[in-house]
């Protein structure tokens, strides 16, 4: 039997177990993939002039997406550090987003010369779509991203960019943009739901971006990027570009204007669904998430302090709830409350720590968190409050963690909100002592959702020596995240 004849029924073979598995799977409610992973593998192999095999590619493609968003929904759902079959889902995921992305790398290189642009940057868009959600993937994870994504992201940036020099077309594939503002928000420092937040506002934004070789002349809010380097955009207040290299740059200030606009409506009382926001946009998360934003998109800052390299063990309790009956009654507390961690790094306003020992899922991105060095357990010392600001965890028996301190202590109080039906009589709460010059008052750390009305009056019932009640209002709130906020404080005369 000739050569091109065996060759001929092997295709055509390979193109029925395809079509064959695409009759199959196309409406199944799970994606299948390993067999999807098989098909893609099947494909590869296959000898098909490049358009019948982005036309296959096409179809596995959207069989693929159409239950996308459920799987990554479904596995978010996972506490970090994430559990080792709940990562193993991740990998296979992001191994199947791999190879699409290969099988379309492969067949724009496989193109004519003479193709239309939309065939040629068909396959470009689709890669940009898999190598950012599998970007994307690693956020959600509190994972690094896999060696050379980014590279070859920024790859794709340059050819799509060569490829449409109408300037009727955009020139931005809005998968990559939306990858830059999603790396510019500093992922680590979210919770999964809240980066899914972040990641469909992106996508609303994207198309504002625009990318250019010369620096605009506002700094603020300005990133730049080198496409030869697997790192995403660096902020140019934090670190300019060397004087050698060709890099892009772009700037995130209308992003985060219209992320200002939007939380001043939601504070207005304006619902999420009339900005059309997710419904998270309406609770303290969403706002608070809305606020970093803000601040990472408009302004990302220097660091302020260096940090020094001098590890020693902590002990680290975390959430309001046990912090409060530590600092109430600490002889009900057990060593089941407690996690040992090494202390990394430091500065004067945090800690970088690493999990050693003790229940390290308890501590989550965006909980109050108590801290004491064994230095200040031996001398007795009171224990440091701060947040839980990122999270990453390369492996399901690792955690890192970064912690700002709010204060060196904290007094337990019982809150009490008069006229407010809808809270319970008594909320358990921690009052922060003012830290000039940083802080001029005290500030009150309470559940997320706690204080709906600034108007109302708050008394705090404190229990030490003597029983006290203090008549407080909140005058602001400094910070809001999915577990905790925490407001300015002010005595009520009234």
Known sequence: MPESTTMTDLTDANVRLILTW?????DAP????????????????????ARQTLKLLEMLFTCATASLESRITQLSKASIPLPRPVRQQFHTLQDVLDSFA???ESVFKSLPHAASDSDICLPLERTAFCLSQHLYLSHLAAAPPGLGIWQRLHATFLQIRDKRPDP???QLPPAYCEALLLACAQPASFSAPELMFIAHYARSQARQLEISEAPPAEVKGVFWIDPSRDFPAFALARRPPPADYQVYYFSCRAMAQQAQAHLEALTQGQSAQSLQLPPLAATPAGRGTLRRLIAFWGNPGKRRFPRRRQPHRATLCSGLPRLWRMLQTPEEMSSDDFSQWLITNESPDGYALMHLNGK??????GDIVALRTETDAASN???QIGLVRWAISENPEHIEIGLQVLAPEAIPALLAIPGDPGNPAQISALILPALPPLRNEPVLVVPAGAINDL???LLLLIEQANLEIRQVRASGISEQTGRVEVFTIEADAS
Do not use: C, I
Not at 22 to 26: E, I, K, P, Q
Not at 37 to 47: F, G, M, V, W, Y
């Open 381 to 383: 010392e009171r224990w």
């Open 30 to 49: 799970d994606l299948d993939l390993e067999g999807l992973a098989t098909q893609l593998q099947t494909l590869r192999e296959t000898p098909l002039p």
């Open 168 to 170: 009727a077309h955009p």
């Open 360 to 365: 390290a899922r308890r501590v989550r991105l």
């Open 455 to 457: 108007n109302h009056k």
């Open 102 to 104: 290969l099988a379309y």
């Open 22 to 26: 695409l009759a199959t799977h196309r």
